[in-house]
């Protein structure tokens, strides 16, 4: 079975306090089994002195780090039969997060006999320049090295190495990746092409830039999904944002609101019931599969609220059914991750993707070049 996370971010600074519109849609979010249980023993860890810049000649461009990998040797036919080598290529997150998740390569293994490699990115996990993430997140001069052109080099060198370390000259290279990660994959076949002999991109929008993808786009399937389940539902949110800034705009407007949502702390402004309902609506969107589906969820407690229920209170019957029985709901204190920090450097600097909302969805109207 296909089981890739899919990391990406998605975000968007339009009504938000914070910057991140939506937390990193992370594989815990769906298989928190698959992370919790322990690595088997058929995964091995290794280091390569990684060079830190590939593409010049600088002194300090010969600078090394410590770049972790982790080969499963488990179903292998060895070099000799030139059995292959499929490499997950690691995205915006420590590669331990991905291991147990990555289905695609353990259930195709066997079959193949092949090599399992999982690299992981630099700047995320064990992968760190610089000696430690303080120093390496520091500022525009070691963070320039934080990149994906980079980070495919780094993989292009591992597998040479790996090939190398065991004599598996013939044994042809797959790399695979989700999300981010697949459009990484993508680019390493292109770029590399005497490396790997195919790419397998999961979920991977490559084409996700300016001018090549509508503005729009991430927003208007988001707002479809929803209407397709149902039009009240996505009346019922389209209309909610200004209902709940006129709430909020009230004297003690923010309590009320507060109680309504069952806030874990009081709400310091709308933004912050706004960002939490944005990212319940887009993930919803995003992982509508079976068997829980999501959007039906929340569409089914909006819609079916008690008939005097006004628009606020049917948003906040969608919250408690699509997050469960739970002491409270939004507003938690919450360190930042990994991923939090090192996408954000990503997508400001490289993978900036067009996320507008258009006009004609059920979010609130926002400038996409915000983001
Ligand atoms: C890799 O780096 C470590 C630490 O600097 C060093 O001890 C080791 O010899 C290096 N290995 C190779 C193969 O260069
Ligand atoms: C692979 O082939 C080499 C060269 O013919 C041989 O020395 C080696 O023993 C073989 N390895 C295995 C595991 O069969
Ligand atoms: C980054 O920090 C280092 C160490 O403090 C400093 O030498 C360097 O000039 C800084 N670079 C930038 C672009 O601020
Ligand atoms: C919801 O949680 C409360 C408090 O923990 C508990 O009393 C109640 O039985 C739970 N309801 C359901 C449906 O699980
Ligand atoms: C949405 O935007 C388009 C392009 O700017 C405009 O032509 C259209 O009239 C707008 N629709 C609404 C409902 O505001």
Not at 117 to 139: C, D, M, T
Not at 198 to 211: E, M, Q, R, V
Request: negative net charge; aromatic residues 12%.
């Amino acid at each position: 079975m296909m089981l890739l996370p899919c990391l990406l971010l998605i975000l968007s600074a339009c009504v938000s306090a914070t910057q991140y519109r939506i937390p990193r849609l992370s594989p815990t979010d769906r298989d928190s089994e698959a992370l919790s249980s322990p690595l088997s023993d058929d995964f091995k860890t290794f280091y390569y002195n990684q060079t830190l810049d590939h593409f010049n000649y600088r002194p300090e461009s010969y600078t090394t780090f410590a770049h972790r990998y982790i080969i499963n040797f488990k179903y292998w036919g060895g070099a000799n039969s030139s059995a292959p080598i499929l490499a997950y290529l690691g995205a915006e997150g420590p590669l331990d997060n991905d291991l147990n998740v990555v289905g695609f390569s353990t259930d195709n293994a066997a079959q193949f006999g092949a090599l399992l490699v999982y690299i992981e990115h630099r700047y995320y996990g064990k992968s760190i320049p610089f000696g430690s993430r303080e120093v390496a997140l520091k500022n525009a001069s070691t963070l320039g090295y934080f990149n994906s052109a980079q980070a495919i080099a780094d993989y292009a060198d591992v597998l040479i190495h790996v090939k190398k370390e065991l004599h598996a000259k013939d044994s042809p290279v797959i790399v695979l990746g989700g999300s981010y990660g697949g459009m990484l994959a993508a680019w390493f076949r292109l770029k590399y092409p005497h490396v790997a002999l195919g790419a397998l991109a999961s979920s991977a929008p490559i084409l996700y830039f300016d001018n090549i993808t509508p503005h729009d786009a991430y927003y208007s399937i988001a707002t479809k999904d929803f209407r397709d389940v149902s039009e009240s539902c996505y009346e019922t949110i389209r209309d909610s944002w200004s209902k709940i800034e006129t709430i909020a705009s009230k004297p003690d407007g923010l309590s009320i609101l507060s109680k309504e949502f069952k806030s874990c702390s009081p709400l310091k402004n709308s933004a912050q019931l706004e960002d939490f309902l944005w990212s319940m609506y887009t993930v919803a969107a995003q992982y509508d599969h079976p068997p829980r589906y999501p959007v039906t969820i929340i569409c089914d407690a909006i819609d079916g609220a008690s008939s005097g229920s006004g628009i606020v209170e049917r948003i906040a019957a969608g919250v408690f059914a699509y997050k469960g029985n739970l002491s409270c709901y939004m507003n938690q204190a919450r360190d930042e991750t990994e991923t939090d920090v090192g996408w954000r450097w990503q997508r400001c600097s490289e993978m900036v993707m067009p996320l507008s909302t258009g006009n004609d969805t059920m979010f609130p109207a926002c400038n996409s070049e915000m983001q």
